[in-house]
């Protein structure tokens, strides 16, 4: 809390501001039903704990979960799939864009002839966390995005991260409030950036054939 002392000696005191909540990146995770032995019921929910917080998973249900629930899962089974319903096209993550920010219509003018400057930043920042690779015009996978219809080649469930970061990217040079709006969305796509980083090939479902001698990465799941 802030306060100001007034010209009539009286104090006045003033709530720090709320920062708003930005949307957590999550997956949807099937996990068969258990069978039941020994005359005992089994216990049909996966439990994760992750910094504390424990997440129940029912079993034989498509669940939305968080990343790092996500990667714990994978662990304990590492044939698990989860899906976001495929890749999303540009076109999807500039939507999101203009959604997260859509208190500030009237400065479109300002940052969307820079807006795919910042999508391709984002985009950069995942495939170096994803893959240590980048993005460059001169990848044979990793190019940057250019129209409405191109799609980053990694899992959908992490193209929030590229929304993100250029979310924070819009924010960036603004007033303190608008930086302080956007700090959220940079820590929710930092958060996944970690994660990503963290995740085993295994776990990322990636596979090596013959497409590693073209050097390029076959994504089996989550898909």
Request: proline share 5%.
């Amino acid at each position: 809390m802030a306060t100001t002392k007034n010209m009539d000696n009286t104090i006045s005191v003033k709530k720090a501001e709320k920062k708003p909540n930005a949307p957590v990146a999550k997956v949807s995770v099937f996990i068969p039903m258990s069978e039941e032995g020994d005359g005992a019921k089994v216990d049909q929910n996966e439990y994760v704990t992750v910094n504390g917080s424990t997440t129940k998973v029912p079993r034989g249900e498509w669940v939305e979960v968080t990343v790092p629930v996500f990667v714990q899962l994978r662990n304990r089974y590492p044939n698990l799939e989860g899906t976001r319903g495929g890749r999303r096209a540009l076109a999807e993550i500039k939507n999101l864009i203009m959604f997260q920010t859509n208190n500030d219509k009237d400065d479109l003018g300002d940052y969307l002839p820079y807006l795919m400057d910042y999508i391709n930043e984002g985009y950069d920042r995942l495939v170096q966390a994803w893959c240590g690779s980048r993005v460059s015009v001169d990848s044979e996978l990793y190019t940057p995005l250019r129209h409405d219809k191109s799609q980053p080649e990694t899992p959908d469930w992490t193209h929030k991260a590229i929304a993100d970061w250029a979310t924070w990217l819009v924010y960036r040079n603004g007033s303190p409030d608008k930086q302080n709006r956007g700090s959220v969305f940079r820590s929710s796509a930092e958060e996944l950036f970690r994660a990503v980083k963290g995740m085993t090939d295994a776990q990322k479902g990636i596979t090596r054939s013959e497409a590693e001698r073209a050097k390029r990465y076959i994504y089996n799941i989550p898909r």
